[in-house]
């Protein structure tokens, strides 16, 4: 079965500081990746996916990701963060049905940042 | 345009209870998606829908959780007999249906079982 792994349930960065969560997936495939982000009392927002192509995809509010087949991975990076980026990440793997995909989700990472 | 919105957004009920959540979601998006967002369990699929095909139900944890959509659009998702341990957020979300594009979450119904 599909799994997605966030290893750090916590991460606490100064503003300005760069940023990296990571993310280890199991697929059988070749997977569809995606990261979403939930504000305190707001729903999810997608950030960024993968699917195909190029391993370094752009997202929304500066955020990229790399997709590594070699070490399952799909890290969510940002060079400089701001307060407003405090907020929980969640991994997720999109698992193929009928014309439509289920996401798996890993277990989050809250994030922090210091002023 | 609208988003994904769901009613209610905050239920308080007692065990044992029925209750009912609705979905609407974006308008022309043809798949539907429940989720169920709890301390101990994380993020974890419940049901969808996908244009006239029977639902994938393999995410429903007992025979208490039953879902459907009429006629392509709104959704229920109903619980009977209701536990303590069905206290969460449940999520619904939408999307055109097609692997790999975007789901569009709700902002959830809180859901508290006493």
């Known amino acids: 079965a599909q799994s997605v792994t966030q290893p750090d349930i916590h991460i606490t960065v100064s503003e300005g500081a760069s940023l990296e969560l990571r993310c280890n997936y199991s697929?059988?495939?070749?997977?569809?990746l995606f990261w979403y982000v939930q504000s305190p009392g707001q729903g999810l927002q997608l950030l960024l996916k993968y699917f195909s192509g190029d391993t370094l995809v752009q997202g929304i509010k500066g955020f990229e990701a790399e997709f590594k087949r070699s070490q399952s991975s799909f890290n969510l990076r940002k060079p400089s963060v701001h307060w407003s980026d405090a907020a929980e990440y969640f991994c997720a793997v999109g698992e193929l049905g009928r014309g439509a995909q289920k996401l798996v989700f890993g277990q989050g990472t809250r994030l922090t940042i210091n002023p | 345009g609208a988003g994904v919105s769901q009613s209610p957004s905050n239920k308080v009920t007692e065990k044992g209870k029925d209750v009912e959540l609705r979905c609407d979601p974006i308008?022309?998006?043809?798949?539907l998606y429940w989720y169920r967002q709890s301390l101990g369990q994380g993020l974890e699929f419940l049901i969808y829908f996908q244009g006239n095909s029977a639902p994938d139900k393999s995410g429903l944890p007992s025979d208490r959780f039953s879902a459907e959509r009429t006629g392509g659009s709104v959704s229920t998702l109903t619980i009977q007999r209701t536990q303590q341990e069905d206290s969460a957020v449940y999520l619904c979300?939408?999307?055109?249906?097609?692997?790999?594009?975007?789901?569009?979450f709700g902002p959830g119904t809180r859901l508290t079982v006493l």
């Open positions: 979300a939408s999307s055109l249906g097609r692997a790999g594009n975007e789901q569009f």
């Open positions: 308008s022309g998006h043809t798949a």
């Open positions: 697929y059988g495939a070749t997977p569809y």
